[in-house]
T-cell receptor, first 112, second 112 residues
Framework: DADVTQTPRNRITKTGKRIMLECSQT?????MYWYRQDPGLGLRLIYY???????NKGEISDGYSVSRQAQAKFSLSLESAIPNQTALYFC???????????FGPGTRLTVT | QKEVEQNSGPLSVPEGAIASLNCTYS??????FFWYRQYSGKSPELIMS????GDKEDGRFTAQLNKASQYVSLLIRDSQPSDSATYLC????????????FGSGTRLLVRP
């Protein structure tokens, strides 16, 4: 089984809809991250969490919110989706004592 | 100036050749450096990490770090068509305890 899972893997939604992307991990890592990837722009950090009670904004948090339901679960919500939020979204995890980050399989989100 | 810069490519090499991928970074006191491989439509996969000046070898991969010149490179020996992917360079700035800065990636094509 994959160490980091994301659901859904693909989603098409309409402008103005609320959508939630979910991430779960069995690696036992304390830190979790949400990134988006756009062609030519690379990976950009949306939110990160060091533990259940420690959640922080990344470089592009506007229009997004997150919830850390447990050490193993970190969800990303788009409150009112807009077309420029069409992107590939990745969850990642890391062990607090190390810098390496490990990525989930990604969610391809299309907002029409 | 971008914080982490990579040539977007594509870098095209014949099968069996050495592929050389380069990355420069702007934060001269960065300490941790990573190479990720990303196949089209898939998630980034960590393949190498390097923390000290010099070379680090792992199988067909060698990472090279030169902090004085602020560059890190990845050599792939005996390149195979299955190595065709986008390679992302990531750097951890020293002013951050969590953040990795990713380059936009170099696309590698290995011709059979």
């Amino acid at each position: 089984d994959a160490d980091v899972t994301q659901t859904p893997r693909n989603r098409i939604t309409k402008t103005g809809k609320r959508i939630m992307l979910e991430c779960s991990q069995t690696k036992g890592h304390d830190r979790m991250y949400w990134y988006r990837q756009d062609p030519g722009l690379g990976l950009r950090l949306i939110y990160y969490s060091f533990d259940v009670k420690d959640i922080n904004k990344g470089e592009i948090s506007d229009g997004y919110s997150v919830s850390r339901q447990a050490q193993a679960k970190f969800s990303l919500s788009l409150e009112s989706a807009i077309p420029n939020q069409t992107a590939l979204y990745f969850c990642a995890t890391s062990d607090g004592g190390r810098d390496e980050q490990y990525f989930g399989p990604g969610t391809r989100l299309t907002v029409t | 100036q971008k914080e982490v810069e990579q040539n977007s490519g594509p870098l095209s090499v014949p099968e069996g050749a050495i592929a050389s991928l380069n990355c420069t970074y702007s934060d001269r006191v960065s300490q941790s450096f990573f190479w990720y491989r990303q196949y089209s439509g898939k998630s980034p996969e960590l393949i190498m990490s390097i923390y000290s000046n010099g070379d680090k070898e792992d199988g067909r991969f060698t990472a090279q770090l030169n902090k004085a010149s602020q560059y890190v490179s990845l050599l792939i020996r005996d390149s195979q068509p299955s190595d065709s992917a986008t390679y992302l360079c990531a750097v951890k700035p020293t002013d951050s305890s969590y953040k990795l800065i990713f380059g936009s990636g170099t696309r590698l094509l290995v011709r059979p």
